[in-house]
């Protein structure tokens, strides 16, 4: 990762708890973040089509919020044009197989089963945006960019 | 009817330049697909527009001299990856050596701090993208992938595919297929 970008992350998660621990995690890493965040799905979409959104570079998304479900806005998300570059990152408690399996059909990049522990979170963001840099900067192609951790 | 794409990716990238170039009245020789000679010294301000026009399809200029290397590592393993004989992977580090003319532990360092990942990861990455293109095209079982790409069986493909990935060879092609079916099923509508 280049060290003067700025890598822009938009967390969608109802919990209050999840929140504050996803932006403690990111507290400790050396790379560079601005991090946003919205509490349920109807926000979520709100905020990314607003005239004067900045387009994250990652979205961590919920499966599980009030209003309109993760894999609600993950379908809707993808059918916006200007999204396609987007990485989508399910952040969930979920480890079904069929949940797994319905957000990368529907075009979701990563899944992230949450962790309880607060240094393995960092790890794995850590690696998250390693990936995701190298995605970037690599020209592969992004309809084969699944992940899953 | 679905229609599959194949890209000469070396094709297209010579037609944008020139047609980029030719736009901005730039007379120019390519050395490489990534290095071109332009017969004169660029203005900042025609520097900075031929930048942005490059951009606008993921076309970038790079200056800093560790990210010029790093850069040409990154093509040197892709066309490792990508030539048409079995993959020889053991004799990477000499290879790249010898074609970049650094020693192996100079270029490692290198990489490592302007990528903050190393060679051996970046080799992989590219080894198992490889393999999920093949993957994709139907026409490959797993066993001719990872004799394609020198692992020593399928199991240690399957392995290094799972550890990268997350997912399996046999669970990232039904993802594949179905998406195929979904998207068929969703045009018929």
Same mark, same amino acid.
């Given at each position: ?7 822009r ?23 560079? #973040? %601005? ?11 709100? *905020? ?8 994250p ?7 599980n ?6 894999l609600?806005c ?12 987007? %990485?989508?990152?399910?952040y969930?408690?979920?480890?079904s ?17 949450k ?35 | ?8 990716t ?9 047609k980029l ?34 951009n606008?399809?993921?076309v ?9 290397l790093?850069q ?12 048409e ?6 004799? #990477? ?10 020693? *192996? ?6 990489f490592?701090?302007?990528t *903050?990942? %190393?060679?051996?990861? *970046?080799?992989?990455l590219q ?9 994709? #095209? ?5 066993a ?20 990268? %990935?997350g ?15 979904n ?7």
């Amino acid at each position: 990762m280049s060290n003067e970008e700025t890598i822009r992350i938009l967390l969608a998660d109802d919990d209050k708890e999840d929140r504050a621990d996803f932006l403690e995690a990111f507290d400790g890493l050396k790379i560079k #973040t %601005t991090i946003e965040t919205v509490k349920d799905g109807i926000e979520l979409v709100n *905020y990314l089509q607003s005239p004067s959104a900045v387009i994250p570079d990652l979205l961590f998304l919920d499966l599980n919020m009030p209003k309109k479900s993760g894999l609600d806005c993950l379908i809707e998300i993808k059918q916006m044009q200007f999204l396609n570059d987007l %990485t989508v990152v399910i952040y969930s408690t979920s480890s079904s197989e069929k949940d797994i399996e319905d957000t990368f059909l529907n075009g979701a990049n990563i899944y992230l089963k949450k962790p309880s522990d607060l240094a393995v979170l960092r790890k794995t963001l850590l690696h998250v945006l390693t990936v995701n840099w190298q995605y970037n900067t690599s020209g592969l192609n992004r309809d084969n960019y699944m992940l899953q951790l | 009817m679905i229609y599959y794409l194949k890209y000469d990716t070396l094709t297209i990238c010579k037609q944008l330049v020139n047609k980029l170039f030719q736009k901005n009245g730039l007379s120019y020789s390519l050395i490489n697909l990534n290095e071109v000679d332009i017969n004169r010294s660029l203005s900042e301000e025609t520097l900075s527009t031929l930048r942005s026009q490059l951009n606008e399809y993921g076309v970038e200029i790079i200056s800093s001299q560790k990210s010029i290397l790093v850069q040409k590592i990154k093509e040197a393993i892709i066309e490792l990856v990508n030539q048409e004989d079995k993959l020889i992977l053991s004799k #990477t580090s000499q290879h790249l050596s010898k074609k970049l003319n650094q020693s *192996y532990r100079f270029l490692s360092g290198v990489f490592s701090e302007v990528t *903050y990942s %190393t060679i051996e990861n *970046y080799i992989i990455l590219q080894k198992i993208e490889k393999a999920k293109e093949l993957i994709s #095209t139907g026409e490959f079982t797993f066993a001719e992938v990872s004799w394609k790409l020198n692992y020593s069986s399928a199991a240690h493909f399957s392995m290094q595919f799972k550890n990268t %990935t997350g997912l399996t060879p046999t669970q990232f092609k039904k993802i594949i297929i179905r998406r195929r079916v979904n998207a068929i099923e969703n045009a018929a509508h």
